[in-house]
């Protein structure tokens, strides 16, 4: 961290580590601060890889990246890329800032972030302390310990921090239009695999464009429209294998295939094996 005017108050602490065996873990933290600072507190960061989690616990300061300039209260999170400079400032008017810093990596945060970053849109998720306090200490005396099992305990908090977040979004986002609209479309998908895609009908009365559509999508079930009805008719498929004795052929058919060795074909790449082979191994009532 470049700094410009720290301000540090007594209390503060960071601690810095270099990834061994955590670097195996979905979740890892290279960096953990828990800074108290003043009203002149400024500071500069340029970070290559990873990300940024920060986390107020008293006072709100001032995160600025790519010109976008977010405010966080008391009991707010933020989850930041490192590609670009990141500016912290205590917020005008208030006479202390205390927060976490922690710069965190691995799959596991990838896979996370575009569910905090909703529509590429950076915004701060509710963190409060009783969620908060308990995985952050976890944090802190894990990293002093460098061993398999303090990773494994670091991505555990980390999960459990990032979980709290996404969780909030995801039950803001529960009510809005654009959730119910792509709930409705998978239901439709749902009820409609047997039949080939349309997304003329899937999409009807939805007064938005294919390409919107499509990346509210993928926002909010991870995947295409099409992969979805694909997988779903792959579940449905696997239930009809293992619960009953349909021949393959007729398997294929009720869950959309017209054709026998494509269905053999999908469902031995997304399975691993073919539907027989996964018959022959699912669990049946004698």
């Not at 005017?5 to 953990?32: H, I, V």
């Not at 208030?94 to 905090?116: E, N, R, S, T």
């Not at 980390?158 to 039950?171: G, N, S």
């Not at 939805?206 to 993928?218: D, T």
């Amino acid at each position: 961290m470049s700094t410009n005017r720290m301000d540090t108050e007594p209390g503060s602490r960071r601690l810095l580590t270099t990834p061994g065996a955590s670097l195996s873990q979905p979740f890892y933290c290279t960096e953990a601060a828990c800074l108290a600072v003043g009203p002149q507190f400024k500071a500069t960061r340029s970070d290559q890889d990873g990300c940024i989690l920060l986390h107020t616990r008293e006072g709100a300061g001032l995160a600025e990246q790519d010109a976008v300039k977010i405010q966080l209260e008391p009991g707010e999170a933020l989850l930041l890329k490192c590609g670009a400079p990141l500016s912290l400032a205590t917020a005008p008017g208030q006479a202390q800032w205390k927060f976490d810093l922690l710069c965190i990596g691995g799959p596991g945060v990838a896979a996370l972030l575009p569910h905090l970053h909703p529509n590429g849109r950076v915004c701060t998720q509710t963190l409060a302390a009783p969620q908060a306090e308990a995985p952050l200490e976890e944090v802190f005396a894990c990293l002093q310990q460098e061993s398999a099992e303090s990773a494994v305990r670091v991505s555990l908090a980390l999960h459990e921090l990032l979980a709290a977040m996404v969780r909030r979004q995801l039950d803001g986002d529960a009510d809005t239009p654009n959730r119910r609209l792509i709930e409705e479309v998978a239901a439709y998908l749902r009820e409609h695999c047997e039949e080939s895609l349309n997304l003329d009908s899937a999409m009807a009365g939805a007064n938005i464009s294919r390409s919107y559509f499509m990346k509210l999508f993928r926002q909010y079930m991870g995947t295409t429209p099409y992969n979805f009805m694909l997988c779903f008719r792959i579940t449905r498929a696997k239930e009809l294998l293992a619960q009953t004795d349909l021949p393959v052929s007729v398997v294929a058919r009720r869950t959309g295939f017209s054709d026998d060795s494509n269905f053999s074909t999908r469902f031995t790449a997304m399975v691993g094996q073919s539907p027989l082979r996964f018959r022959k191994g699912s669990m049946r009532s004698k």
